[in-house]
């Protein structure tokens, strides 16, 4: 099958498995407390009693464990897995589950019974993914959404273009998290995908001491499948996330039209022509200019916009082409975005960093107040060229490490002064430079940080010109005498082989 089609089985039975096991643990659990003589639960010795407590669903939603059906738990399913009907059942079993469950009801992907597969194959699959254990401890959860976000990357690879509609790399949504430092608060992405801007939110939030239950998450996807892909990728890692009513487009029916957001993360798909954009041309969002109808940035920028909060901050990927463009007025857009002061922060990221597309992508940070965290930094806006960071993973992948991306979010903090880093800002040839509102008019509004930064500064190697002149001029010489060398040496091969 395709990744396309064999993404859902696959990811659809590992959340089976999950939520199973859960259960299981739960199950052992209740049954330690009901039948321990010194346990403020204890139902005496009858093990029919014991047996019925464990079929008590309380016991398991006030743990926050979805409650799973007896036919539809993995030891149930698993000894039908040779039934020539078992694709008919693990649907079954899903519609069980989201009739028990009402936060995944519509969400799960009830697509194996007409899966097109050759008999046995998905009994296979079943007995496959049985082998997968996840422990009763508190990071299974965690081991889970791993596994969960590296399978996704492994379909984005698999499906090439088609699969940045679900999936952005986790070291860029990193970038964003170190940047935006979501502590709490409503966090919001218009187009999530699969949900990693929520994962790595959640995952900083804990790493500075707080709670999940700190920030709310809302979210929306247009793309059905990819709407249930973010609903059991976040119900996976117990998240209480608003997805919506239903997958919609953000632009024709935004599913939460009357709310504003502390912080937005996104990774909107790059220069799509195709949104509709005839049909909004007196939308209220658009404070700062009409968007092009051929080419969708400038909507998702300002729409981010329109949606933050008094002091929120957004955090946006998109194509370099974003930030000089001047098709259709997109110049005029970005000139009113400056010159309105929302746009804070600009950084250049170097190309392969997706799996989708080898172009090289920039983030946009913008607020709608200056003021907040840290100094006035009115009039300003930094510029960070990260063109030269990051390692190569494979030979077509590149990665932003752990240093690269604390550096960038470091700068940041420092430039803002908000009390995150305690060294003072400087610009630094060739990586970062805060520049004036009138730096950037005299550049023509074009926000790219190379036009900023400047070139490195080289370092001093105590050698002279000259003295550097003549070791280089002597090095060239000796090469090109074995060049002669070379030449001469594979024209007489050949003149051997008769290929004179």
Not at 257 to 267: H, R, V
Request: hydrophobic content about 35%; glycine content about 10%.
């Amino acid at each position: 099958m395709d990744a396309a089609e064999y993404k859902h089985l696959v990811l659809g039975l590992i959340f089976l498995k999950y939520i199973s096991d859960t259960f299981a643990a739960q199950q052992g659990k209740v049954l330690q407390t009901v039948s321990n003589p010194e346990s403020d639960f204890y139902l005496g010795d009858d093990p029919a009693d014991h047996q019925a407590a464990l079929e008590d669903r309380d016991y398991y939603t006030q743990e926050n464990v979805f409650w799973v059906p007896a036919d539809a738990r993995w030891e149930s399913l698993r000894a039908r897995a040779k039934q020539p009907d078992i694709g008919q059942l693990i649907d079954k079993a899903l519609v069980a589950i989201e009739n028990e469950n009402p936060t995944l009801r519509g969400k799960l992907d009830k697509r194996f019974g007409a899966a097109q597969l050759e008999p046995g194959r998905l009994g296979e699959l079943v007995d496959l993914i049985s082998t997968i254990g996840f422990a009763d401890d508190q990071r299974s959860g965690d081991v889970l959404g791993e596994v969960y976000e590296y399978f996704l990357g492994q379909f984005a690879s698999a499906e090439g273009k088609k699969g940045g509609q679900f999936y952005t790399p986790a070291h860029v949504v990193k970038t964003l998290v170190a940047v935006l430092a979501p502590h709490k608060g409503r966090i919001y992405d218009p187009c999530c995908g699969s949900g990693g801007m929520f994962v790595q939110s959640e995952k900083f939030i804990q790493a500075h001491g707080g709670k999940r239950d700190d920030a709310s998450i809302y979210g929306q996807e247009s793309n059905p499948t990819t709407w249930r892909l973010a609903a059991m990728n976040l119900a996976i890692r117990g998240f209480a996330a608003d997805l919506g009513q239903e997958p919609a487009d953000t632009f024709a029916r935004d599913q939460f039209p009357d709310q504003k957001f502390d912080y937005i993360l996104a990774n909107p798909p790059f220069n799509i022509s195709d949104w509709g954009g005839e049909k909004y041309e007196s939308d209220p969002r658009w404070v700062y200019g009409r968007p092009p109808v051929g080419n969708a940035n400038y909507a998702w920028l300002q729409h981010m916009l329109w949606k933050l909060r008094p002091g929120g901050e957004a955090g946006v990927v998109l194509a370099n082409g974003s930030m000089s463009s001047n098709q259709s007025g997109e110049g005029q857009i970005r000139e009113a975005m400056v010159r309105g002061d929302v746009v804070e922060v600009m950084v250049a990221l170097p190309g392969q960093l997706f799996l989708n597309t080898a172009i090289p992508v920039c983030l946009w940070f913008l607020t709608n107040d200056k003021t907040q965290r840290g100094r006035d930094r009115r009039g300003e806006t930094l510029f960070i060229d990260a063109r030269q960071m990051g390692t190569m993973k494979t030979r077509v992948e590149r990665v932003l490490t752990d240093e690269d991306i604390a550096k960038i979010g470091d700068t940041v903090h420092a430039w803002r002064g908000d009390g995150e880093v305690s060294d003072a800002y400087e610009d630094v040839a060739g990586f970062c430079y805060n520049a004036k509102l009138e730096e950037i008019e005299k550049n023509g509004f074009v926000l790219t940080p190379g036009r900023y930064v400047g070139a490195a500064d080289i370092e001093d190697d105590g050698e002279g010109f000259d003295e550097k002149m003549k070791r280089l001029t002597g090095l060239l010489k000796q090469q090109q005498e074995e060049g002669v060398k070379l030449d001469q040496q594979i024209a007489e091969n050949l003149r051997r082989l008769g290929y004179e």
